[in-house]
């Protein structure tokens, strides 16, 4: 009696364990049904939410003068889908405050774009897929939240126009960009740039250049090489001095140095014929001058104009050089008199 019952109690344990593992078994078969069933369900809601989020792109895209442009304004897209990629044929992007946080890699893919225009948002930085835009001629990043620029965008060897104004914490450009043999707009205004970077300086097309609302402290003293450019804005610096290589800028038509601590206005500045509009208003100059006989009968800001501008420049150069010349006879004067003054 004790065997049968000791067998029987062996044949109850193993029905018992098969029963469990059974049910193990059958529960993980479940439980993997279930995770294939969802992550199906997951694949088809995704590819309809792709068909829906690329339909609803589809719907920004427009063609003007044979351009394809996607413009989306006033929207919120913090992240742009990969479904995009399926519009690669598009050549401009006008992205305006949507809220954008980053750039996609995927930018890569298109390569027929010519504009990419993603004005105030939150980007925050520049993915060196950049350098792949070939045919890209303009970048306009103004108003955004970038800190740092990649030298992959000195690849972009047709890019022509580059506006990367009030990234607030934007303070150098990697030496790559001197690679940039077709830009000639550029607006660097409302950074931390204590100096006009090298890579500027060797442009050879640059034109015009906007640095105003910077920390510019001084200008590079080889300024002059930029040969072609027209059109320099410097307000709201740090600006005390100017280079005596200004003067040979022969392109230089617009200046604008207003709000900045120069003391003085080099006397090479006066043989800038080219020079077509200048402005020297809110500066500490050493020399109190304002021009005489202004019209009364101009508005306020032609006033303007004539006290601190290409008039002004002439006049103020020409009596600094005289009240030079008055403070150095005074002064020969005076060593005269304590020369005497010893002697006796």
């Known amino acids: 009696m004790t065997g049968v019952t000791v067998c ?17 078994s059958t529960d993980e078969l479940k439980k993997e049904r279930e995770q294939r069933d969802r992550k199906a369900v997951g694949r088809l809601t995704g590819a309809w939410e792709d068909r829906i989020t690329l339909a609803k792109l589809k719907g920004k895209v427009v063609t003007e003068e044979g351009r394809v442009i996607l413009r989306i304004e006033k929207e919120e897209w913090k992240t742009l889908p ?76 047709n890019l022509e126009k580059l506006e990367l104004a009030m990234n607030e914490d934007l303070d150098e450009l990697p030496t790559q ?9 550029l607006d660097l205004s ?28 001084s200008l590079p003293e080889d300024i002059h090489r930029m040969e072609k450019l027209h059109t320099l804005w410097l307000p709201r610096n740090e600006l005390e001095y100017l280079p005596d290589n200004i003067s040979h800028m022969q392109s230089l038509d617009t200046l604008v140095l207003s709000k900045n601590k120069l003391r003085d206005i080099p006397p090479l500045m006066e043989g800038m014929s080219n020079l077509r509009f200048v402005n ?53 004067m005076l060593e005269g008199v304590s020369e005497t003054a010893s002697s006796l």
């Open 177 to 185: 960009l001197s690679n940039l043999k077709k830009l000639y707009h």
């Open 280 to 332: 020297f208003r809110d500066n500490p100059l050493t020399y109190d001058v304002t021009l005489p006989d202004l019209k009364e009968d101009v508005d306020e800001e032609e006033n303007d104009r004539e006290m601190f501008g290409r008039e002004f420049m002439h006049f103020y150069i020409q009596e600094a050089r005289k009240r030079g010349s008055q403070t150095s006879v005074l002064n020969v």
């Open 8 to 24: 029987c109690g062996t044949v109850n344990s193993i029905k018992t364990l098969w029963e469990t593992r059974i049910k193990k």
């Open 82 to 157: 990969p479904a995009l990629v399926q519009l690669s044929q598009i050549q401009e992007w006008q992205l305006h405050r949507i809220g954008l946080q980053k750039i996609p890699r995927f930018i890569s893919s298109f390569e027929s774009l010519l504009v990419l225009d993603l004005s105030r948002n939150s980007v925050t930085e520049i993915p060196k897929e950049i350098g792949k835009l070939s045919r890209l001629r303009e970048l306009l990043l103004s108003f955004n939240r970038v800190s740092y620029v990649p030298e992959e965008l000195g690849c972009c060897e």
């Open 190 to 217: 409302m950074n931390l740039f204590t100096t006009i970077p090298d890579c500027v300086v060797n442009l050879p097309s640059l034109e015009w250049l906007d640095m105003g609302s910077n920390r510019l402290e």
